[in-house]
């Protein structure tokens, strides 16, 4: 399979990271302490995210690839998003952080796999690997 092939596929992948995130996290009810994450990185993970899935797919759709044809700068711009995105995602992972201290209570490892940390390592690390795939394939000009 080619890079440009994969990038084609794994292009949806951020979008539902974003999306499954504010989902997640974007309910109205409260937490407090560390699970507590600040609404300015949720904003900046769904809004910044949704732009750059979107710009992403602007410039596949350009054309840019090996022709040369198409915009340099619409892939700049939408990786620049897509890395915005993936340090929040990341800012978003560290509240799962375990605390340290003798009486500090550890309530990420009680929960379940849709509650807990796993879902949000495995959709966030992927997206920041994700970006990876997405950086190297500009570069190489396989996109």
Aim: hydrophobic share 55%; net charge positive; aromatic share 8%.
């Amino acid at each position: 399979m080619s890079l440009a092939v994969l990038v084609y596929l794994l292009t949806p992948l951020p979008g539902i990271v974003v999306i499954a995130t504010r989902l997640r996290l974007g309910r109205a009810e409260a937490r407090s302490g560390r699970l507590q994450i600040s609404p300015l990185v949720l904003n900046v993970h769904t809004w910044v995210g949704l732009a750059a899935g979107a710009t992403w797919i602007g410039f596949l759709l350009t054309g840019i690839g090996s022709k040369r044809e198409g915009n340099d700068i619409v892939g700049v711009v939408a990786l620049a998003l897509l890395w915005i995105t993936a340090v929040a995602g990341l800012m978003i992972l560290s509240r799962w952080k375990r605390p340290k201290g003798k009486r500090s209570r550890s309530e990420a490892v009680a929960d379940a796999w849709g509650r807990g940390p796993a879902l949000s390592a495995v959709a966030h690390i992927g997206l920041f690997v994700l970006v990876l795939v997405f950086t190297w394939a500009y570069l190489v000009t396989a996109v």
